[in-house]
């Protein structure tokens, strides 16, 4: 497909496990962001890359949370040790080249913490 | 005071009425966005606009960076309508991390 895609779906995993959650963005995209949105809450910036620039990870809310990108195209989250309040929808977006391009957001992977 | 405010956060509103949602603004900005969320947390971009007007089937998105201020508008609303909208703005100082604004909630009656 040419969207925004990302797996799983749904994850459940129990508290002080990892998970890894992936997104593959619209081919020739070389901008990649990750967000999060907790029940009832807005969208939360987490990282950002740019081509093959270091990220700027200055949204991870602590240093369980890490992502990579691969050969600049998928992305990984990574979340060590879940906590329950790591609970939320995780969406990932790419957009062209920078900034003021439109954002294409993924259908997101909900993640429950138990 | 947030830095991106919409308004209102909860609209109810019969089929076929004309829509409006309000989005302000505090800050410079290089673009401001609308976006559409359903139930079931699916998003997709409806506008990104940074002067005038855009219009794209039954959605019109207007802004005047004078006043800061944006307007989604839907004509002959219709159920399939029914989301929340969010307005989210890149600011100058930072041009890919969005500033959100907390979104309309947007309910059409049959």
């Known amino acids: 497909g040419a969207g925004v895609s990302q797996s799983p779906s749904n994850k459940v995993t129990e508290k002080g496990k990892d998970v890894e959650l992936r997104c593959d963005p619209i081919s020739g995209h070389t901008a990649l962001y990750w967000y999060r949105q907790s029940l009832g809450q807005g969208l939360e910036f987490l990282i950002y890359f740019q081509g093959n620039s270091a990220p700027d990870k200055s949204g991870l809310p602590s240093d369980r949370f890490s992502a990579e990108r691969t050969g600049g195209s998928v992305s990984t989250l990574t979340i060590q040790r879940t906590q329950q309040e790591d609970s939320a929808v995780y969406l990932c977006?790419?957009?062209?080249?920078?900034?003021?391009?439109?954002?294409?957001f993924g259908p997101g992977t909900r993640l429950t913490v138990l | 005071k947030n830095e991106v405010e919409q308004s209102p956060q909860n609209l109810t509103a019969q089929e076929g009425e004309f829509i409006t949602i309000n989005c302000s603004y505090s800050?410079?900005?290089?673009?401001l966005h609308w976006l559409q969320q359903h139930p079931g947390g699916g998003i997709v971009s409806l506008f990104m606009l940074s002067s005038g007007k855009k219009k794209h089937g039954r959605l019109i998105a207007t802004i005047n960076i004078q006043e800061k201020h944006s307007s989604l508008h839907i004509t002959a609303s219709h159920p399939r309508d029914s989301a929340v909208y969010i307005c989210a703005v890149s600011s100058m100082d930072s041009n890919y991390q969005l500033i959100w604004g907390a979104g309309t909630k947007l309910i059409i009656k049959p």
């Open positions: 800050v410079g900005i290089s673009a």
């Open positions: 977006a790419s957009s062209g080249v920078f900034g003021t391009d439109t954002q294409y």
